[in-house]
């Protein structure tokens, strides 16, 4: 039977790549890539030499009826990203979902690993057994009612942001009046974790601090203490 793996691969730190990533790449037919020069570079740091196919968000119905293709003829195939999970805010789900659709008997298979969302949940210090994900921001049309829509969100908030934007919206995050804490650069040599209100962290982020990749945690709304009932 032939298999889909979907395969993490480290978002910063080479040494995050686990031992059975490294053996399902070295032993798959065929590995899907966002950027196969960035995952040429990761392979070669393993010394992993295997064929690369280009897949990402702008790949049309063709590629993906090409890797149908390959499966059918009982390849094992390889999925892979830049940096993290594939299929967690990338295309990778779509073409999963095309494959089970016209392939149902495929196995699909996670070799889990990094994931940037994860991993600042885990050093938030937020409550974390509910928690909603949202993703990239959008860049305009519908980005006001993107942070409008978390002040009804109860619970702790996950969301990326790229550096050109973070300024910005750590300023619509203000309004809510909840804990935050913004990582920077996870993984990698200058990692940063910011904690407090936003007004705190605009005041950090300067200069340097604005380069990179960041993940923001919202904390959850701060419960309302009830009145003190009058005791006669």
Not at 153 to 166: D, F, G, M, N, P
């Amino acid at each position: 039977m032939q298999t889909l793996y979907i395969v993490a691969t480290p978002i910063g730190n080479l040494a995050d790549m686990s031992l059975r990533a490294i053996t399902v790449l070295s032993n798959t037919d065929l590995i899907l890539a966002e950027d196969t020069r960035v995952t040429r570079t990761l392979l070669e740091h393993y010394n992993v030499k295997k064929e690369l196919l280009s897949y990402h968000q702008h790949s049309g119905r063709g590629m993906i009826e090409k890797v149908i293709r390959l499966l059918k003829e009982g390849k094992d195939i390889a999925l892979v990203s830049d940096a993290g999970t594939p299929g967690i805010n990338d295309p990778g789900n779509f073409l999963i979902q095309e494959i089970i659709k016209e392939l149902p008997e495929t196995k699909v298979v996670a070799i889990p690993g990094a994931n940037a969302a994860v991993s600042a949940l885990s050093i938030s210090g937020f409550p974390t057994d509910k928690f909603t994900f949202l993703g990239f921001p959008p860049h305009k049309k519908g980005r006001q009612t993107f942070f409008k829509n978390i002040e009804a969100i109860a619970h702790t908030v996950v969301l990326y942001e790229s550096k050109h934007r973070i300024t910005k919206a750590l300023q619509q995050l203000a309004p809510l009046a909840r804990p935050l804490v913004v990582c920077r650069e996870l993984t990698k040599q200058f990692e940063s974790t910011y904690r407090g209100m936003a007004e705190e962290i605009l005041m950090e982020l300067t200069g340097n601090h604005l380069l990179g990749e960041f993940v923001v945690v919202v904390g959850p709304k701060p419960r309302k203490s009830k009145p003190e009932s009058d005791e006669e």
